[in-house]
């Protein structure tokens, strides 16, 4: 890899290796009082984040400095941005500057694809290459989120392949949502969508996916439940009479986790919105995977830093 900018760009054999770095990394790392490993030593790997963040921009931190990469954190709030400078005059200056590795986080769809553009045409002219991480960019993807969801169900479950997996909820502004269908469908999953009208992109018929209004009727049927936030700082409108009518159709109460299967994981990108789109009490049970989630992001994390920093798998 060169760039990981969307999960379209990974077949189902990159991906699966992807995950499978991830396992061998965790078996590693596993009961080591130093979690560290020599394997990016000299790397520089700078976050570059326009927007807030915790999971993310930590565990890429973390990731990288278990591989003894040197990690520098770059906020939009704290830099020249605040000044007025451009975005590729922001990446350029990061690039020039020895960067090996930028993960981009940004309000725009589409700015990581931008900046890596920009990387590459600096590189035909310089000799020296930056790859570029898609953190986040707007309502379009969050590939490693994907991942390391698609992580965490191969280890609940075994197998992704010929699972049926139901994502709730905010699909419109969901950037994990797309990126998720992408993975699962690759990894031979059967994903269905389960949300208001309001909430559906446009286009959602040709994705591929099954589509459903009724989380009751779907529950049953499930291998596992991804849970989405309800985005409420994207929504420019009325999406939903409120809150409460929201968490009434579509929220995942203790009733509902009783619909599931018996074990079946229930899994959020977090932060999470408690009360509103999970209640607290399935937040908290035993069969939620979110701790899980966050624990598999920092491997997955160190994994596609390892692809694209230090070769091949081999």
Same mark, same amino acid.
Request: charge should be neutral; aromatic fraction near 4%.
């Given at each position: 890899?060169?760039?990981?900018?969307?999960?379209?760009?990974? *077949?189902?054999?990159?991906?699966?290796?992807?995950?499978?770095?991830? $396992?061998?990394?965790?078996?590693?790392?596993?009961?080591?009082?130093?979690?560290?490993?020599?394997?990016?030593?000299?790397?520089?790997?700078?976050?570059?984040?326009? =927007?807030?963040?915790?999971?993310?921009?930590?565990?890429?931190?973390?990731?990288?400095? !278990?591989? $003894?990469?040197?990690?520098?954190?770059?906020?939009?709030? &704290?830099?020249?941005? $605040?000044?007025?400078?451009?975005?590729?005059?922001?990446?350029?200056?990061?690039?020039?500057?020895?960067? *090996?590795?930028?993960?981009?986080?940004?309000?725009?769809?589409?700015?990581?694809?931008?900046?890596?553009? !920009? %990387?590459?045409?600096?590189?035909?002219?310089?000799?020296?290459?930056?790859?570029?991480?898609?953190?986040?960019?707007?309502?379009?993807?969050?590939?490693?989120?994907?991942?390391? *969801?698609?992580?965490?169900?191969? =280890?609940?479950?075994?197998?992704?392949?010929?699972?049926?997996? &139901?994502?709730?909820? *905010?699909?419109?502004?969901?950037?994990?949502?797309? $990126?998720?269908?992408?993975?699962?469908?690759?990894?031979?999953? =059967?994903?269905?969508?389960?949300?208001?009208?309001?909430?559906?992109?446009?286009?959602?018929? #040709? !994705?591929?996916?099954?589509?459903?209004?009724?989380?009751?009727?779907?529950?049953?049927?499930?291998?596992?439940?991804?849970?989405?936030?309800?985005?409420?700082?994207?929504?420019?409108?009325?999406?939903?009479?409120?809150?409460? #009518?929201?968490?009434? @159709?579509?929220?995942?109460?203790?009733?509902?986790?009783?619909?599931?299967?018996?074990?079946?994981?229930?899994?959020?990108?977090?932060?999470?919105?408690?009360?509103?789109?999970?209640?607290?009490?399935?937040?908290? %049970?035993?069969?939620?995977?979110?701790?899980?989630?966050?624990?598999?992001?920092?491997?997955?994390?160190? @994994?596609?830093?390892?692809?694209?920093?230090?070769?091949?798998?081999?």
């Amino acid at each position: 890899m060169r760039h990981l900018l969307s999960i379209a760009d990974l *077949d189902a054999a990159t991906a699966t290796g992807l995950l499978d770095t991830a $396992s061998r990394l965790k078996d590693t790392l596993l009961g080591r009082e130093v979690r560290k490993l020599p394997t990016l030593r000299g790397r520089t790997v700078v976050t570059l984040f326009y =927007e807030d963040s915790t999971r993310t921009r930590v565990s890429f931190e973390i990731a990288g400095k !278990w591989m $003894s990469a040197d990690t520098i954190n770059v906020s939009a709030k &704290g830099s020249s941005v $605040s000044k007025g400078e451009s975005l590729r005059d922001t990446s350029l200056t990061i690039s020039a500057m020895g960067a *090996d590795c930028v993960i981009v986080r940004h309000p725009a769809s589409g700015a990581a694809h931008r900046i890596a553009g !920009w %990387a590459d045409k600096d590189a035909a002219n310089t000799g020296t290459h930056t790859s570029i991480v898609n953190a986040g960019d707007g309502t379009h993807e969050h590939p490693t989120q994907a991942l390391l *969801d698609a992580a965490t169900l191969r =280890e609940r479950l075994g197998s992704v392949a010929g699972r049926r997996i &139901g994502i709730v909820g *905010d699909v419109l502004h969901s950037r994990v949502a797309r $990126s998720n269908v992408l993975l699962l469908s690759t990894l031979g999953a =059967e994903v269905v969508l389960i949300a208001p009208p309001t909430l559906l992109p446009t286009g959602v018929a #040709e !994705w591929p996916c099954r589509v459903s209004h009724h989380l009751d009727a779907e529950l049953p049927a499930l291998d596992a439940v991804m849970m989405l936030r309800v985005q409420a700082e994207r929504m420019h409108g009325g999406f939903f009479p409120s809150a409460r #009518e929201y968490s009434i @159709a579509y929220g995942l109460n203790e009733n509902r986790l009783g619909l599931l299967p018996e074990g079946a994981p229930v899994l959020h990108p977090g932060p999470m919105v408690r009360g509103m789109e999970i209640a607290p009490a399935v937040a908290d %049970a035993p069969n939620a995977a979110v701790l899980a989630q966050v624990r598999n992001g920092v491997h997955v994390r160190m @994994a596609v830093l390892y692809h694209l920093l230090a070769g091949a798998p081999e």
